[in-house]
């Protein structure tokens, strides 16, 4: 109601502005036998357009005079001059996709100009709803990729750096070699290693920290759709104790080796037979590097030599104790893996709220979603891996706009692009929101009665609202960040019996996509941009346009698109540490903070908002 009390307020303002303004008509100074007229032939209001081949609007119409002898008929169409051939002209007018605004004005060079104004939407083609509902199925209206950079921005070698505090990995290779640096790799084998084979009793420690770590991830399509994984422990001291009683005297061993250890994995990546993500570790290997024997005591020399004469063998025993140690870490990876990429699905799954902007009759909006497709190319920096994620839009009434086209497609043409700008991609379809606006608007969101204090104002939209990139000319920044895309809401008609009266309304806003944490929400302007035109039989009455523009910004507009812009919001995919079991692997790692750190702006193209943002996996402050 306080709504409604505020609707009261401002035509109790307008009928006050009104009253004081009914003096200065300029009609008074035209002659008085003279009356011009303006139609518009077409476009209609709230036509919707197809651009096909065509990049302006054909505009047709007439201006008429009650007295022909008196002054010369012209018009203008958006402002400029058009040609008035017995009373007709046509006109073309440069279109902008989404909604646009055609205003023709019409005299005779002697009495003031009138005009008549429509809006129409312009696209490249449209998005039909299902038969007979407002909904829409929507393939791949998401997509979350992940590129090269994610799992590896620099293959053959580490972009780990380890003199900042605290800690930071920026992709999959370089999160598994922080781990790796603060895993207990001893503590991972249950019992140590013991090699008791073949006349060799020996007990193998392994030091806290190689010298060196170093983890590749490459994204692979051959034979198979995968992450060939490599794992390189450099520099790792083996510390033995024990006899080696293959001589005579038995040798006593103190000191150890020093070795490379390899491990590589192939991380594969399919769907289930359930259509979620497949993720499976194949090809698990390890091997050891050349020893370096480092032994001391009374038997080092003869060890040392044992070692070198018997390199072989010796590996081969290390090699398979050490394989133990292999899993334990790629195993990690999988349910990394899977939570990333089979969260894509679950973004917007299973989300539903209701909208009430005062108008009668709220509309409860449904969305649900399911994997639509995994696709995974090579290359050094066009490598990607990306989720499709289908969704479906549902809404509580029925259409009440059956003849729409549906929702509009500003552009069919572009591709998803395959970016590098950082490691995760979650690119956002228009063709989504649009749909989504469409869906709300064809429930009759936009339709119904503001009543207060014996007023009441009618209210119709007859185009759906749609989201467009912001026009390079706009000048539209929220918080000091430029817009990423434009709301636009064209031909709302308010009709006012009290007064006799009725307006038209085309009103636009800058919206950003805005991402705190994990959360994807949506900032709309709470301040449109209007514009207002009388569209009575007989112009002139109470209210001005001001004062009807006034009533949509202050009422209207924020119960609408605030409460889209307050409900509208979904979470990031971001894996659980605990549930990995990172604490056990790794126990300095307990408190480690796994994020996602958000590009400063979305790419905005003709058919798509994508949001950057790259892995953070850090160590706890100091």
């Known amino acids: 109601m306080r709504a409604l009390g505020l609707l009261g307020v401002v035509l109790g303002l307008g009928a006050g502005l009104g009253a004081g303004c009914a003096g200065g008509s300029m009609a008074a100074e035209a002659p008085v036998d003279t009356q011009i007229t303006v139609a518009i032939a077409s ?17 047709q119409g007439t201006v008429a005079t009650t007295t022909p002898a008196v002054g010369a008929l012209e018009a203008w169409v958006n402002g400029t001059r058009v040609d008035v ?115 060799v009793v020996v007990d193998i420690a392994i ?52 070795a490379d250890l390899h491990a590589s994995a192939r991380i594969t990546l399919g769907r289930a037979a359930d259509g979620s993500i497949a993720v499976a570790v194949t090809g698990a290997t390890a091997t050891v590097g050349a020893l370096t024997p480092n032994f001391t005591g009374h038997d080092g020399d003869e060890l040392n030599a044992l070692i070198t004469v018997g390199n072989n063998d010796f590996r081969a025993l290390i090699e398979t104790q050490l394989g133990a140690l292999i899993p334990t870490f790629t195993d990690k990876l999988p349910p990394l893996l899977k939570s990333l990429l089979g969260a894509a699905d679950q973004l917007l799954a299973n989300l539903s709220f209701t909208l009430d902007p005062g108008l009668g009759s709220p509309v409860t909006l449904q969305l649900g979603g399911k994997l639509g497709g995994l696709d995974v190319a090579a290359g050094v920096t066009s490598g990607h891996v990306t989720v499709r994620e289908d969704l479906t839009v549902r809404t ?151 004062v009807v523009s006034r009533l949509v910004s202050a009422v209207v507009w924020p119960q609408l698109f605030g409460a889209i812009a307050s409900k509208l919001t979904f979470q990031l995919p971001l894996p659980d540490l605990a549930a990995l079991g990172l604490g056990d692997l790794a126990p300095a790692l307990a408190h480690a903070q796994l994020s996602l750190q958000a590009a400063p702006r979305p790419t905005v193209t003709p058919s798509e908002l994508v949001l950057g943002a790259d892995l953070v996996l850090a160590t706890p402050a100091p």
């Open 396 to 546: 509580s009434g029925a259409p009440i706009h059956p003849a729409s086209l549906g929702a509009p497609r500003l552009d069919t043409t572009g591709a998803s692009p395959v970016l590098d700008t950082s490691g995760l991609h979650l690119g956002i379809r228009l063709d989504f929101l649009n749909a989504l606006l469409h869906a709300l608007w064809n429930a009759g969101l936009l339709e119904g009665k503001l009543t207060s204090a014996g007023l009441s104002a009618n209210v119709s939209g007859r185009l759906a609202p749609l989201v467009r990139p912001t026009p390079a000319s706009s000048p539209c920044k929220i918080d000091g960040e430029r817009c990423d895309v434009q709301v636009q809401l064209g031909q709302i008609e308010i009709q006012l019996p009290s007064f006799d009266q009725s307006f038209a309304i085309n009103a636009s806003a800058g919206a950003r996509i805005q991402i705190a944490g994990s959360t994807v929400s949506l900032a709309i302007q709470m301040t449109p941009d209007l514009e207002v035109w009388e569209t009575s039989a007989m112009p002139g009455g109470t209210l001005t346009p001001d």
């Open 85 to 199: 051939k017995n009373g007709a002209f046509t006109a073309e007018v440069a279109a902008e996709p989404g909604v646009n605004h055609i205003k023709v004005e019409g005299g005779d060079g002697i009495a003031p100009l009138v005009s008549q104004e429509l809006d129409v939407t312009w696209a490249a083609g449209y998005l039909p709803p299902i038969a007979g509902q407002t909904g829409f199925d929507l393939p791949a209206a998401l997509e979350l990729q992940l590129g090269q950079r994610f799992f590896d921005g620099r293959l053959l070698g580490t972009t780990l750096d380890r003199s900042t505090s605290p800690v930071a990995a920026r992709d999959v290779a370089s999160a598994l070699e922080l781990i790796l640096w603060n895993a207990n790799l001893a503590g991972l084998v249950p019992g140590g290693i013991r090699i008791n084979q073949g006349g």
């Open 207 to 258: 030091p806290v920290t190689p010298s060196d770590i170093v983890v590749d991830a490459r994204v692979v399509d051959t034979p198979e759709p995968a992450i060939d994984l490599d794992i390189g422990l450099l520099g790792v001291s083996l510390a033995m104790t024990g006899t080696v009683t293959l001589v005579v005297p038995p040798l006593v061993v103190n000191g150890g080796i020093t």
């Open 43 to 59: 476009p209609s209001p709230g036509a919707e357009l197809v651009a096909g081949n065509r990049a302006t609007i054909a505009v």
